[in-house]
C-alpha cells in the first residue's frame, strides 16, 4: 500500500496521469481507505476525467469519515464543492460542502493545520468588505505559519478577486498576480486550486479588458503546464477564457473554447449556458454573423451578460432605440464601476450618433473621457479615444484625427487588433474629404485586418468606403455555384427573411444594388423565386469573391 501510494505521488507530481491512475487503482483495490480514493481521484482529475474525479472525491470523504479523519473528510468535501461549482456551475451545492467541510474543521479543533480553510470559508460567505479582507488576511498569516501552499495560493487570489470586483483593482490585482506567481513557480499541489486561480484570472481579465495581462500569465504558466500536464481551464471558466480569446482577436480558439463549455453544461444549467451563449454571441456579431447572433441571445434578454451583445445587435438590425433603452437602464443598475460602465457609455455614443443626436453623443463621450481619466486602463483609454473621435468627426469640432489616431496606438497596446482595425476605418472616415490618400492608407489596412479575422459585415464597411474613395473593391475565386461572395451573402440574407432594404442596410449597399444581386443569382441558379433560391441554397451552399 506504502508503495502503491508513493508510486502515486510521484507519478502525480511529474504529470504522468496514466502511472498514477494505475497505480492508485491498485491502492484502492487492496484498500477503500480516504488516502487510496483520495489519490485516485487526484489523478483522475489530472487525466481531465472530472466526473470519475469527483465521484472519487465522494467515496473518500465517505472513507475519511467512516475512519474518524476529520480533516482528510474536509479536504475531500471542500475539493467535492470545487467541482461542483467551478466546473458545473452548481453553486448552491458547491456551498453546502464547504460549508460542511468547515464544520467538521471546527469539530477537529484550532490545533489541526486546517483550520485556516475555516477563516478562507468564513471569508468567501462574509458580505462586509472590510471583514472579509482581515479573514483573508488571517488566512494567508495561517497557511504561511503552516506552510500550506495550497491554502495561501488561493486565499491570495479569492482575496484579489473580491477586491478587483468590489472596485479596488489597483490592489486586488497585486493579490491575484502573486497567487499566479505561486502556482508557476510550482508550490501549488492541488489541481482545483491551481484552476481556480487561472479562472479568477481570466474572470478578472475579461472584466477589466485587460487581455495583456491574461497573456502574460499565460506564456508564464507554459512551463508548469508542460512539466505537470495542469489544465489552466475548467469547465466552469471556460467561458471567461473564451471571451478573453475574443477580445485577443484570437477567434478560432475562442470558439473551439465556447463550444465546448457548452458541451459541459446541459440545459439544466441555465445560468452558465447563459454566460457562454452570450459570449458566443458577442463573437458572432463581431465577425457579422448578426442571424445567428440573434439566435443566439433569444431568451437570454434578463440575463446580465447579455446587455452588451443585445444593445450591439439592435444596432446592427437598425433599432437604436432599443439598443439606446437597454443601455440607460443597464448604466442605472450597474454598481460594478468602470470596467462595465465605460463599453456601455461607448455604445450608448454609437447609438445617439446613429440617431443624430449628437449633442447627447459628446455628453455620453465626456462622460467617457472622465471615467478613463481615473483609470489605469489601456482599454478604457482607447475606448474613450474612439468615442471622442466620433463625436468630433460628427459635429466638425475638435481634433478627430489626433483621437481617432490615440484610440488605434492604445487598442494596440491594448492587444485588441479588431478594434484597432476599427479605429483606423473611422480614422479613414474622418479623413475621406480633407486627405484622401492617407483614408485609403488606412482604410485599406482596416480591410485586410478585417478581411484576415472573416469580420465580413465590418469588411464590408471598409471595402463601401474604399470604393467611395474611387478604389476598386475586392475580388475573390468564385464558388462551385458560380456565385460570388457577395451573392453568397445576399443569399444567406434572403435565407433569413430579409428585405433588399434591410439586405442593403447589413451590407452597406443600396437596395438597388442589392435587386441586381436578386436577379443575378436567381439566373445563376436557373430558378424563378426567391424561396427557390434560398432552398438551392440550403442544398448547395457556396462561396466565393466580391
Known amino acids: 500500500m506504502d508503495a502503491l501510494t508513493r508510486e502515486g505521488d510521484d507519478a502525480y507530481r511529474d504529470g504522468d ?63 467535492v464543492g470545487w467541482f461542483r461549482g467551478s466546473l458545473y456551475g452548481d453553486w448552491a451545492v458547491s456551498s453546502g460542502c464547504v460549508g460542511r467541510a468547515r464544520s467538521l474543521l471546527e469539530q477537529a479543533g484550532e490545533d489541526v493545520p486546517e483550520h485556516g480553510w475555516i477563516l478562507l470559508a468564513q471569508a468567501q460567505s462574509g458580505s462586509d468588505l472590510q471583514e472579509q479582507r482581515d479573514l483573508y488576511l488571517a488566512a494567508i498569516s495561517r497557511a504561511r505559519s503552516s506552510a500550506d501552499g495550497d491554502l495561501e495560493c488561493e486565499a491570495l487570489a479569492s482575496l484579489g478577486i473580491m477586491l478587483v470586483f468590489s472596485g479596488q483593482a489597483a490592489a486586488g490585482i ?47 504558466a507554459d512551463d508548469l503546464v508542460r512539466r505537470r500536464r495542469f489544465a489552466a481551464v475548467g469547465g466552469y471558466c471556460r467561458a471567461y477564457y473564451g471571451g478573453i480569446l475574443t477580445a485577443a482577436g484570437r477567434w478560432a480558439e475562442a470558439e473551439a473554447e465556447l463550444m465546448a463549455a457548452l458541451q459541459v453544461f446541459s440545459a439544466d444549467h441555465v445560468q452558465i449556458r447563459g454566460n457562454i451563449l452570450c459570449r458566443l454571441a458577442d463573437l458572432r456579431l463581431r465577425q457579422g454573423r448578426i442571424e445567428e447572433a440573434a439566435q443566439l441571445l433569444a431568451g437570454l434578454e434578463q440575463h446580465e451578460d447579455a446587455v452588451r451583445p443585445l444593445s450591439a445587435l439592435h444596432l446592427a ?12 437602464r443597464a448604466l442605472v443598475a450597474t454598481d460594478a464601476g468602470a470596467a462595465l460602465e465605460g463599453p456601455l457609455l461607448a455604445i450608448l455614443v454609437d447609438v445617439h450618433l446613429s440617431t443624430g443626436a449628437v449633442d447627447d453623443a459628446a455628453h455620453a463621450a465626456a462622460r467617457l473621457s472622465d471615467l478613463a481619466a481615473d483609470q489605469s486602463s489601456r482599454y478604457l483609454t482607447a475606448v474613450a479615444a474612439l468615442a471622442q473621435g466620433k463625436v468630433c468627426a460628427a459635429t466638425g469640432t475638435g481634433d478627430a484625427s489626433a483621437c481617432l489616431s490615440e484610440a488605434a496606438s492604445m487598442f494596440a497596446q491594448a492587444r485588441r487588433p479588431v478594434d484597432v482595425a476599427r479605429a483606423q476605418l473611422e480614422l479613414a472616415r474622418a479623413l475621406a474629404t480633407t486627405n484622401p490618400l492617407v483614408a485609403i492608407a488606412q482604410a485599406s489596412s482596416a480591410l485586410g485586418s478585417f478581411e484576415s479575422f472573416h469580420a465580413v459585415r465590418d469588411a464590408d464597411a471598409a471595402a463601401a468606403l474604399l470604393r467611395g474613395l474611387g478604389v476598386s473593391s475586392r475580388a475573390g475565386p468564385r464558388g462551385s455555384a458560380g456565385l460570388t461572395r457577395r451573392e453568397t451573402e445576399v443569399l444567406e440574407l434572403l435565407g433569413h427573411g430579409l428585405t433588399n432594404v434591410q439586405i442593403g442596410a447589413r451590407l452597406f449597399i443600396s437596395p438597388k444594388t442589392v435587386e441586381h444581386h436578386v436577379g443575378r443569382i436567381l439566373a445563376k441558379l436557373g430558378v424563378r423565386s426567391r424561396a427557390q433560391a434560398v432552398a438551392h441554397g440550403v442544398r448547395s451552399p457556396s462561396s466565393g469573391g466580391e
Open 17 to 79: 496521469a496514466v502511472r498514477s491512475v494505475r497505480a492508485y487503482q491498485q491502492a484502492v483495490e487492496l484498500t477503500q481507505s480516504g488516502v487510496a480514493l483520495e489519490g485516485l481521484a487526484r489523478a483522475l482529475h489530472l487525466a481531465f476525467d472530472y466526473p470519475a474525479a469527483m465521484r472519487n472525491y465522494e467515496l473518500a470523504y465517505a472513507a475519511y469519515r467512516r475512519d474518524g479523519d476529520l480533516p482528510g473528510a474536509a479536504r475531500a468535501a471542500r475539493t
Open 317 to 328: 438590425r437598425g433599432h437604436p432605440e432599443l439598443a439606446q433603452d437597454l443601455v440607460e
Open 174 to 220: 497585486g493579490y491575484l498576480d502573486e497567487a499566479l506567481a505561486t502556482v508557476c513557480a510550482g508550490e501549488v499541489e492541488d489541481l482545483s486550486v491551481v484552476e481556480g486561480v487561472f479562472c479568477g484570472l481570466f474572470h478578472t481579465c475579461e472584466h477589466m479588458n485587460d487581455v495583456p495581462r491574461a497573456e502574460q500569465w499565460l506564456r508564464a
